[in-house]
């Protein structure tokens, strides 16, 4: 190393090493900056998450996808003689479950519409029952529980004419119906029949256009088909444009009504627009519910993927003063979901009434609403906008009326009935989506950190290098070189840049 400072290349082959030197260090110094300033992995990813043909996305949407998992619980009476007596004023219950159901999801005849900037599809959902989650088969467990169709049409016909309502209950006793029934979990759960419903229907024609209840069952009509449309630009990614609902107005026809719904910042709940901010409106839409769901941000949370995920719950607005009955009360913590189930006069509310009106508990015993438990939650990355994390607990309830009308089922009367528990959560996202989330906040910034160190480091050298070209160039300007010298420095002109470390 000492020998470079007394032997040197002649003006010309300085002067070349100068410009190379310092071109390469101001090249090294330029790319180090834009790697600093810029984030080539997040345009790499925006572009591979973006909604076109040969996406990552589009490769999702085409095969069959978990969407949730459902554990229902159903709430058991303990006292359903006494209650119908009078004896106990209030209606004792016990939470049975959970009964666990894997949501799988398949977006049928995919279409992207470059120019009208929609992808459009006809989703599709069936549901797996998970024995190893569940505390039994809900075939073979027995339970006491309300029975949702007779209840349902004694509120329905509560305002009917007088000559109605007798002519109903006097059907209602004929066919033994009884406002407790036993059943066992997976009718409950998935429809039965109740002659009472029948009948109601015939003596108010269109008063329901299905012939059996269940919970689940509700959630997933094959009486009802969609018509997705969604945006697939970066402003309104995921935003639901438009559906056609399509339901066919009886059991055995194929004739089906078609309507069209619109909406506002609405979304599925898969995935929202890049970039979203704080305060950018999210809400929240399910098949099988009218309603949407308004979400709001909450804080931030640090995900086991990486990025700082922004965090959002529900809007208390959506459950205040919303199901109102013929007297005008409208208790809180209750939304009003019987628009969605052609009158049938359900409720929906957080888990075990959680956040509602205490009144709502002064004739039910057994529920425990705890803010741990029963609240609600959804993650969301905020760049690429992949849902990390949804953990949603919600319950099933109907709003009993003024049926004291009614002999048999009259100590319901004006009553918020819970009747089944939902916890959802989200599957784990898939691997696809896992690998270009730790790419994109893990594997691919400490390699650029890395890399941006070097050329730091690399750029620093070659400037100490120019640096001592121009000492010596100045310095030996004038001096003539010896013959020997003169050779030295003849051959290290034509070699490499790097060829004066070899010198000895």
């Given at each position: 190393m000492s020998s470079i400072f007394k032997v040197s290349p002649p003006q010309e082959g300085i002067k070349r090493r100068l410009l190379l030197a310092l071109s390469l260090g101001a090249f090294l110094l330029i790319s180090s900056i834009a790697l600093i300033l810029t984030d080539p992995m997040w345009a790499i990813a925006k572009y591979k998450f973006r909604l076109a043909n040969g996406s990552i996305l589009h490769e999702l949407l085409s095969s069959e996808m978990e969407g949730g998992r459902f554990a229902v619980y159903l709430f058991n009476i303990t006292n359903p003689d006494r209650f119908l007596s009078g004896e106990d004023p209030y209606l004792k219950l016990d939470e049975v479950g959970p009964f666990t159901y894997l949501e799988y999801r398949t977006h049928s005849e995919l279409q992207f519409d470059r120019e009208a900037g929609v992808m459009r599809y006809t989703p599709r959902m069936r549901s797996v029952f998970v024995p190893e989650e569940s505390i039994g088969n809900p075939e073979d467990i027995f339970l006491t529980m309300p029975n949702i169709p007779m209840l349902s049409a004694t509120t329905m016909i509560r305002s009917s004419p007088v000559f109605i309502r007798n002519i109903y209950n006097i059907v209602a006793r004929q066919y033994g119906s009884q406002p407790i029934v036993k059943l066992a979990a997976s009718k409950y759960l998935w429809g039965y029949k109740d002659p009472v419903l029948t009948f109601a229907n015939s003596l108010v024609p269109g008063l329901v256009y299905f012939n059996t209840t269940g919970i689940m069952d509700r959630l997933y009509d094959k009486n009802v088909h969609y018509r997705m449309e969604l945006g697939t630009n970066d402003d309104d990614k995921f935003k639901i444009k438009r559906i056609h609902k399509y339901t066919r107005l009886h059991p055995e026809s194929e004739v089906f009504d078609e309507s069209i719904l619109t909406f506002n910042d609405t979304y599925e709940g898969m995935a929202y627009p890049p970039m979203i901010g704080k305060n950018t409106p999210i809400n929240i839409f399910r098949l099988g519910i009218c309603k949407s769901f308004e979400m709001e941000y909450h804080g931030n949370k640090t995900s086991e993927y990486g990025p700082n995920a922004f965090v959002y719950k529900f809007n208390e607005k959506m459950f205040e003063n919303n199901l109102c009955d013929v007297k005008g009360a409208c208790p809180k913590g209750v939304m009003d979901l019987s628009a969605c189930f052609y009158g049938l006069p359900m409720g929906l509310s957080k888990g075990h009434l959680l956040d509602a009106d205490p009144k709502l508990f002064d004739r039910i015993k057994g529920l425990k609403p705890d803010p741990e438990k029963h609240s609600s939650h959804l993650v969301i990355e905020p760049k690429i906008g992949l849902t990390l994390e949804t953990s949603w607990s919600?319950?099933?309830?109907?709003?009993?009326?003024?049926?004291?009308?009614?002999?048999?089922?009259?100590?319901?009367?004006?009553?918020?009935?819970?009747?089944?528990?939902?916890?959802?959560?989200?599957?784990?996202?898939?691997?696809?989506?896992?690998?270009?989330?730790?790419?994109?906040?893990?594997?691919?910034?400490?390699?650029?950190?890395?890399?941006?160190?070097?050329?730091?480091?690399?750029?620093?050298?070659?400037?100490?290098?120019?640096?001592?070209?121009?000492?010596?160039?100045?310095?030996?300007?004038?001096?003539?070189?010896?013959?020997?010298?003169l050779q030295i420095s003849s051959r290290m002109a034509n070699e490499p840049l790097m060829s004066y470390l070899t010198i000895n």
């Open positions: 919600l319950q099933a309830n109907i709003f009993v009326g003024d049926i004291t009308y009614n002999a048999e089922a009259k100590m319901f009367s004006n009553m918020i009935l819970p009747i089944a528990h939902f916890k959802i959560k989200q599957p784990h996202l898939p691997s696809i989506a896992i690998t270009a989330l730790r790419m994109m906040y893990i594997t691919v910034p400490k390699a650029l950190f890395i890399t941006e160190i070097l050329l730091m480091l690399s750029c620093l050298l070659l400037l100490v290098y120019s640096a001592w070209l121009l000492h010596w160039k100045r310095v030996h300007k004038k001096q003539p070189l010896s013959e020997k010298e």
